[in-house]
């Protein structure tokens, strides 16, 4: 199983500054496809590669824990500090509600609704109370304090409950995959999808990793540029080519030069939003093929980028990207931003998809793996 933030021996190896001439997939048609790149898609295009040839930044703390322990209270500390304004917020009337005297139908009542009021959803609120109550029932837990924990413990399990399906982290991965182990990066514009790029980049980096980076979000106004302002900062050299070029493209010379060079890990962005969502589901569809035949069994995963304070529309955003990507993971960004974060465990439910990380802050050092355990217990924390 690869684990990402366990401590390797060896160095990451330095980039080097280079100028490279695109190569370029085979065209796709589609008779009933708008072309979404103009001019000439076969001329050739040259490739921005960043230096990346810096020093790491300085190690993050959770992953150069001396043992699981400390690295156990050091998640558990990460996620008390990102879930404050959520406890402060909706969540935190659980508390009030647990300090009732008894359990009654209003007692069950009002946890439905904080629950729906915290982005849960109303299917996965009815859901997680159903379990409750029967457990609840089953267990003896009479009073609102063994309810409390019951319910701890439901929410926990609903989080854990979906399988993992992609490579790179599930129990079936091999320990040391062939490379290039490749990430693709999907979401809207505007939910922290190129700072979560960029985190990711970090972390590898700091578990001694090479890293390479594909700006495949052509479309966006800077999107190029923004990636390639992070790849300088945290060390891994972007492929890029002009704005609006193909992101196909974009996506086949980025694994070419990861090949070429050895690197361990390629992580791919890609569009958020073109003139419509057929569209941009297309071009989503059309890159990952790409990948398919240029490295195969790739992408090993799929991880969605989402919101934390968009609440529940990230789960109508995973649906979507979903059908079109085969999403194996999800990337929750800004969830020291919100003061609800409930939707993910909507994801978890109705949707069946593991969260993998939690983006903790602005910093290429916030990201953390995801525990459902420290999360829970930092939900509860106050109540």
């Not at 569009?271 to 989503?284: D, I, P, V, W």
Request: proline share 6%.
């Amino acid at each position: 199983m690869v684990r990402l933030f366990r401590r390797r021996q060896k160095q990451a190896p330095t980039e080097v500054t280079a100028e490279v001439t695109a190569e370029h997939p085979p065209a796709e048609t589609d008779a009933n496809a708008a072309p979404l790149v103009a001019g000439e898609p076969n001329a050739p295009q040259t490739l921005t590669v960043g230096s990346g040839d810096s020093a790491p930044p300085a190690p993050l703390a959770i992953m150069q824990a001396p043992s699981p322990e400390a690295e156990a209270e050091e998640l558990a500390a990460v996620m008390e500090a990102s879930t404050r304004r959520t406890r402060g917020g909706v969540f935190g009337r659980l508390g009030g509600v647990f300090r009732r005297g008894g359990v009654d139908d209003d007692f069950w009542e009002d946890l439905e609704e904080i629950l729906i009021g915290a982005d849960v959803g109303v299917r996965t609120s009815a859901t997680l109370i159903e379990r409750v109550r029967d457990r609840a029932r089953d267990e003896g837990a009479r009073d609102p304090e063994s309810v409390r924990e019951v319910m701890r413990a439901e929410m926990v399990a609903l989080l854990e409950a979906p399988r993992e399906r992609g490579l790179l982290w599930s129990p079936a991965a091999a320990e040391d995959p062939p490379a290039p182990q490749v990430i693709l990066v999907v979401g809207v514009n505007g939910a922290g999808k190129t700072t979560s790029i960029a985190k990711l980049a970090h972390a590898y980096r700091q578990d001694g990793r090479s890293v390479i980076l594909g700006a495949g979000d052509t479309f966006r106004a800077a999107a190029i540029e923004q990636l390639q302002t992070w790849g300088e900062r945290v060390g891994a050299p972007v492929i890029a080519h002009q704005a609006g070029a193909d992101p196909g493209a974009v996506a086949y010379d980025t694994l070419g030069a990861a090949a070429a060079r050895g690197v361990d890990i390629a992580i791919i962005d890609t569009a958020g939003r073109l003139q419509t969502k057929k569209n941009l589901m297309a071009e989503l569809g059309k890159v990952r093929r790409v990948i398919e035949g240029r490295v195969p069994g790739a992408p090993h995963e799929v991880l969605l980028v989402l919101d934390a304070t968009t609440g529940g529309n990230g789960l109508s955003q995973a649906r979507v990207f979903g059908e079109a990507t085969e999403v194996t993971g999800i990337c929750l960004a800004k969830l020291d931003g919100t003061s609800k974060g409930g939707v993910v465990f909507a994801v978890a439910n109705e949707l069946g998809l593991p969260v993998r990380f939690v983006g903790t802050g602005e910093q290429p050092g916030d990201l953390a793996p995801f525990n459902a355990r420290a999360f829970v217990d930092a939900l509860f924390a106050d109540a």
